[in-house]
Every structure is written in C-alpha cells, then in structure tokens.
C-alpha cells in the first residue's frame, strides 16, 4: 500500500514539474512590430511647394500705353469731378514679349474735372484717368495714370461770322432806308446785334460716345 502511494506522489510531482516548465508567451498584441509613420512634410516644404506652384509676377514698367475704348458716355457738361466711368483695352499689353492683359480687358476710370463751356469766355474741358484694371477672374489691381486733357475748340471763327454777318446785314438795311449815313448807322446796330448773339450762345461741349478711344500712360510701373 505504501509502495503505490509512493507511485502516486511521483507521478504527480513529475505532472506538476511539466506544468510548471511551460513559459507564458510573452507575444502581445502592443509587442507586435507596427509600420512606420509616413513622415509630415515641414512647414517650411510645404511653403516652398505653395511658392513654386505660383505663376511668377510681372511688372508692367512706367510709360507704358494703354489704349482704351469707353463704354460710358462722358460729357464736359454731364459728367462732374468724381465720377467713375468704365472702357476696356483695345489693344493688349505686351510686357517683353509676353501678353499681361489681354485686348478686351476691362478697366475703371475717374473724372478729375469736367468744365462745361461759358457764355462769355472759357472753353470746355475734361480731364480723365484711369483708376484700375479688372481681370477675368474677377481680380482687380489698381493703377495711376497720367491725365488725360482734352480742351473743346475755340470758337473765334464762329463769333467773328456771327458778329460779321450782323454788321453786314444792318449796313445793307441801313442804306436802303437812308443812303450812306444809314449804312453807317445799320452797321453798328448790326455789329451790336451779332454780338448780343454771341454772348448768347454757348461755346462747343466735350461729348465722348462709347466706343470712343482714349490713349492713357502709366506713370507709375504696376506689377500683377
């Protein structure tokens, strides 16, 4: 009886040592080799990346012309210091050898004076620059130009005929009424009479219709 006790306590104490010979796996879900990071571009990359991807400036130099057509009506005796008005380019801008704007582009002005002409003396005037160039994606810049001047024509012909023709005419009423003092005497109430005309009448206005063409220069470089 002793003998299979002894039997037993071996068999078990072998069992027990097998158990204990087997080692946990260390193998874990954290232990197990994760791929690497995608590495993050720098600030400094992307920043370059951004500054090559944009298309280089130009500048377009001063003196540079630009000829325009109107779309508005612009007056000397409408129009008053101020007031905008609308054109576009009737010929591209061609900075060495590349087209910056194209024909068609559209640009926005400013009356700097408007003067109608007088009764007595003074002739019209206006004076007109160019305020900002609008792209076709909708993006503006501003430019400056030189004024532009346009003086209405003098009307010395025209008073000197009216003034003329009405001495003319009262001389030749004068003498038929009582000889040659008569013409004397028509002549100058004549003369008064032409001239009363003259002071009557206004001189010539500045009127520039749409499609009307204006030629405007940079006066200072501009660059988009």
């Known amino acids: 009886m002793k003998r299979i006790f002894y039997l037993i306590t071996i068999v078990l104490s072998v069992m027990v040592l097998a158990s204990c010979g087997k080692q946990p ?16 571009a720098s600030e400094a990359v992307e920043n370059a990346k951004s500054a090559a991807l944009k298309s280089p ?35 591209p801008v061609v900075v060495d050898g590349k087209t910056v704007l194209e024909k068609g582009t559209h640009v926005r002005g ?9 009764r007595v003396k003074g002739r019209a005037t206006v004076e007109l620059t160019l305020t900002q160039v609008v792209l076709k994606d909708g993006k503006t810049f501003n430019v400056s130009t030189k004024p532009y001047t346009a003086v209405a024509a003098a009307t010395k012909k025209r008073d000197a005929a009216m003034i003329g023709g009405g001495a003319g005419l009262g001389a030749a009423i004068g003498a038929l009424a009582g000889g040659g003092k008569g013409a004397l005497v028509g002549a100058a109430v004549g003369g008064g009479a032409g001239t009363g005309a003259v002071l ?15 030629l405007f220069t940079l006066a200072s470089p501009v660059e988009i």
Not at 26 to 31: G, K, R, V, Y
Not at 69 to 82: E, F, H, M, P, Y
Not at 200 to 214: C, H, N, Q, V
């Open 25 to 40: 796996s260390t193998t874990s879900a954290d232990s197990i080799a994760q791929p690497a990071a995608a590495p993050v």
């Open 57 to 91: 400036k130009t500048t377009i130099p001063e003196g540079t012309k630009l000829r325009v057509a109107l779309i508005d009506n612009v007056s000397s005796d409408k129009n008053r210091s101020g007031d905008q008005f609308q054109a576009s380019l009737v010929e």
């Open 110 to 118: 400013r009356v700097l004076e408007a003067k109608e002409s007088g």
């Open 200 to 214: 009557a009448t206004k001189g010539k206005e500045i009127r520039y219709a749409p499609e009307t063409r204006l």
